[in-house]
């Protein structure tokens, strides 16, 4: 017994130390990515580009199910947007109220008929409206069938060459498309160019914009703002010096549409389908022999609402752990093959067995460790100062990614918020780290079930104009609709 | 060493660490805070005379001083942003000042450093302060290795008209990706004399492979002394280049540009017939409606699509023989008609762009 828990204890402290000096890599990636993605930012020339008829023309694709309360002011604030050349395509995708009667009151709606034919197979359209106050803006209504099913809709309906997919409720900063157009600028053969997500829980936001950044008192939201940083900063500028990740957020995200179009868009059937969609992508440009990149540019911003409770939370990581899991098998055959460069032999490895199963392995490490205590197999001092070094390394990544929050971009000003980050970055691993663990742990068990519905997701609604007030729940997203 | 303490050198350290990024993070805050503090003013000052240098009411001299009180990153930011309000021979005159100034010198020298981002401070300030003896320095950092440089470098052709700037820029144009080719085509277009006779002398060679990427830059430049050549090139053997010129010859209203356009009307290749019927409906010669009415029946739907838009810009002809399909025998033209004719005036125009 003794024997098997000793094992077992070298197994899981060998994954660590593996998977930890990975994390030290892309940590250590990240400092120059970071030093030339700021200096880039710092010096673009917003003016110009403005004036400049080079910027190319952008369709921004709005899926929006049961979205009545925000839509007016979430379209409202995207036809604001800086840049010169786009469209928006929202799509009501059979939603049970009133969104379609909010939109068509708010911007004039007038039916049209289809003007493309229809290269992505969707649920059957009911109707096409444009505005008569917003040129910029057509409408689709069609037959519910899921946020990816309503993307690819929008696809079929988009006139540019680049397509860029928001959530309803993500508010996005005036010149983020200006700067997500960036890398496009440089020349360089792009696939797909992620921005950074943020949380706006506990920011001040007025006519749809996030106009003064707060880290959350609460420790919920307040902790997944250290979560997001370290996630977009640190994790996903790293991987750009390592041929690219396998997430772009579907909240933010800008494709170039021959490429969809040429995977068959968005995957109906997946349950996380902006994770599954980049494999699909790297996949086909790899197998094409295509050159192309996939970065993550941090300063473009886009913002979200979290969840502020632990139910709607677990319900939203067990979800995204089940949609890495179905995503990793469903993609087996590129883990550790060649053919496809460093997106199978770096990208997939570390996903399947770094994301997918830590916390499997983690939580067999505490039952060992425990177990191996009450025996009296393991050492005390030895089993403790284990824990303490593994959550000090948590600690230290967090720590890494207020650090360049901090030398870059600087979005929370004051000194008070600055101490929120800290704190939350200190605190996190005690509790909070083990329950994600437990959540994530729990979606091996409802891939075993074959679970496939989605949780249902309460959200607060951002704080109207000029108020720091939270309304009462506002949006809810069910089944199909993420 | 046992593992024990080995775990306890690692907690040490891990320990100093923390603490080390913790007084990292203060410090860095607290310095930026303080220097945001110091400098603010100095940047309000500069404006404020900027200003005045603007309305005639301060010398050039004040706005140098002034300057060069700012940090060299600040000051040129400083000078990108003003740029774009002051008229160019005041500009100028500042560029003549600022050219004797020893940062704006230690700036210039950095068209030879090592280090891109000081490449690309040196390509921003050249880019709104440039004179002909900056050339040479313009030349090299539009061939720059660095993206982000050459973008910089190309603004300068807005400001510094020069032939050899013009031809390295033009010669580098069909290498660039859409997004560039775009950016360096709005900054070529202000030096159009020297742009269009490069032009002519890369029409003439018919088996260069960058022609398609120069007559989609040329056709930009709706200038009259490129119709001949463009004509000329309707028959090329490349279906890329005859799509080129499909495209551009829309901006010709010529009676050569119509019968070129006749002819790619009826190519093999769909895109350029898309692009014929495309600019045979923004010529809008009456004695063209029966060639755009047959193009309703392309077996493509997006030529059908180019015809039914075209229609719509011959004025009540071209709505009369929309009516006329779309109540008649061919399934697919009567879509077309009928889709078209349900577009609204600002549909119609977006489409049209």
């Given at each position: 017994m003794s024997a098997v828990i000793h094992g077992g204890d070298l197994a899981i402290l060998l994954f660590f130390l593996v998977l930890n000096s990975f994390y030290a890599l892309l940590l250590v990636l990240s400092i120059p990515e970071i030093w030339e993605q700021t200096r880039l930012a710092e010096d673009e020339d917003f003016q110009r580009l403005m004036q400049s008829d080079a910027l190319p023309p952008i369709t921004i694709l709005v899926p929006a199910h049961n979205e009545s309360a925000t839509i007016e002011a979430s379209v409202t604030a995207i036809l604001t947007l800086e840049y010169r050349n786009f469209e928006i395509i929202v799509v009501n995708?059979?939603?049970?109220?009133d969104t379609l009667e909010r939109l068509r009151n708010a911007f004039d709606l007038y039916e049209v008929p289809r003007?493309?034919?229809?290269t992505i197979a969707t649920k059957p359209l009911r109707a096409l409206y444009r505005s008569r106050t917003r040129t910029r803006l057509l409408v689709l209504d069609k037959e519910n069938g899921g946020k990816a099913d309503s993307l690819n809709a929008a696809i079929n309906a988009s006139r540019f060459p680049l397509v860029i997919a928001v959530d309803a409720d993500t508010l996005i900063e005036p010149d983020a498309l200006l700067r997500l157009t960036r890398p496009f600028l440089l020349g360089r053969h792009i696939a797909a160019v992620g921005g950074t997500v943020r949380v706006a829980n506990g920011c001040t936001v007025k006519d749809g914009r996030v106009t003064d950044a707060r880290v959350p008192g609460r420790f919920l939201p307040g902790v997944q703002v250290v979560e997001y940083l370290r996630a977009f900063l640190f994790g996903r500028l790293g991987w750009n010096r390592l041929g690219g990740s396998l997430v772009i957020s579907g909240a933010f995200g800008l494709f170039r549409k021959e490429y969809l179009h040429a995977i068959g868009?968005?995957?109906?059937?997946?349950?996380?389908?902006d994770l599954d969609l980049v494999v699909r992508l790297h996949r086909h440009l790899r197998e094409h022999k295509q050159r192309y990149e996939i970065p993550f540019i941090p300063d473009p911003v886009a913002w979200t609402e979290v969840p502020e409770s632990a139910r709607i939370l677990s319900r939203q990581r067990e979800r995204w752990h089940r949609g890495l899991i179905a995503s990793m098998w469903q993609y087996k055959?590129?883990?550790?093959?060649?053919?496809?460069g460093r997106v199978g032999l770096i990208a997939m490895p570390f996903f399947a067995?770094?994301?997918?199963l830590a916390p499997l392995v983690e939580v067999v490490g505490y039952v060992i460790t425990l177990g191996g205590l009450l025996l009296g197999a393991v050492n005390t001092n030895f089993a403790l100062l284990f824990v303490l070094v593994a959550w000090g390394y948590g600690m230290l990544l967090s720590l890494w990614a207020v650090v360049l929050e901090e030398v870059s971009?600087?979005?929370?000003?004051?000194f008070g918020d600055l101490g929120r980050l800290l704190l939350f970055a200190t605190l996190e691993n005690f509790g909070y780290r083990q329950r994600t663990v437990w959540w994530r742990v729990q979606a091996f068990w409802s891939v075993f079930r074959q679970k496939q519905a989605w949780g249902e997701m309460t959200r607060k609604g951002f704080e109207s104009a000029g108020k720091q007030a939270i309304e009462p729940a506002t949006t809810r997203r069910t089944d199909a609709q993420g | 060493m046992t593992s024990l303490q080995f775990l306890w050198v690692v907690a040490v350290a891990q320990g100093i660490l923390l603490v080390a990024l913790i007084i990292l993070i203060i410090l860095n805050r607290w310095f930026r805070v303080r220097r945001s503090a110091r400098l603010q003013p100095r940047r309000q000052a500069l404006d404020a005379v900027m200003q005045r240098w603007t309305m005639g009411?301060?010398?050039?001299a004040e706005v140098v001083q002034a300057l060069a009180r700012l940090p060299v990153s600040l000051a040129v930011d400083a000078l990108v942003t003003w740029s774009a309000r002051v008229p160019g021979e005041r500009w100028q005159d500042l560029s003549r000042v600022l050219a004797t100034q020893w940062w704006a010198r230690v700036v210039r020298t950095n068209?030879?450093?090592?280090r891109w981002w000081k490449r690309l401070e040196c390509a921003r300030f050249l880019s709104v302060a440039a004179t002909p003896h900056d050339i040479g320095r313009v030349l090299r950092l539009l061939r720059d290795d660095h993206p982000a440089v050459q973008i910089a470098a190309a603004t300068t052709l807005e400001r510094l008209t020069s032939p050899i700037l013009v031809t390295a820029a033009l010669d580098q144009l069909p290498f660039l990706g859409p997004t560039v080719q775009a950016y360096y085509a709005s900054a070529l277009k202000k030096a159009r004399p020297a742009v269009v006779r490069h032009l002519q002398q890369l029409f003439g060679?018919?088996?260069?492979?960058r022609l398609p990427r120069i007559i989609e830059f040329a056709g930009r430049?709706?200038?009259?002394?490129l119709r001949a050549p463009f004509t000329a090139l309707a028959?090329?053997?490349?279906p890329e280049v005859r799509s080129q010129v499909a495209r551009a010859l829309g901006k010709y209203p010529h009676a050569d540009s119509v019968a070129a356009l006749r002819l790619l009307a009826r190519d093999g290749i769909w895109p350029v017939r898309a692009q014929a019927i495309r600019s045979l409906g923004m010529i809008?010669?009456?004695?063209t409606v029966q060639l755009v009415r047959d193009a309703?029946?392309?077996?493509?739907w997006w030529v059908r699509l180019r015809a039914g838009l075209a229609l719509t810009r011959f004025g009540a002809s071209g709505r009369n023989v929309l009516l006329a399909v779309e109540v008649g025998a061919h399934q697919p033209s009567r879509d077309m008609a009928r889709l078209v004719l349900g577009l609204s005036p600002q549909a119609l125009a977006e489409y049209a762009a």
């Open positions: 995708d059979g939603s049970k109220d003007t493309y034919p229809e868009g968005y995957r109906t059937a997946s349950v996380v389908e055959g590129m883990l550790f093959n060649p053919r496809y067995f770094g994301e997918m971009f600087q979005r929370y000003h004051r | 009411q301060a010398p050039a068209n030879r450093s090592a060679r018919p088996d260069d492979p430049l709706e200038h009259p002394d028959t090329h053997r490349d809008a010669d009456p004695a309703l029946r392309d077996g493509d």
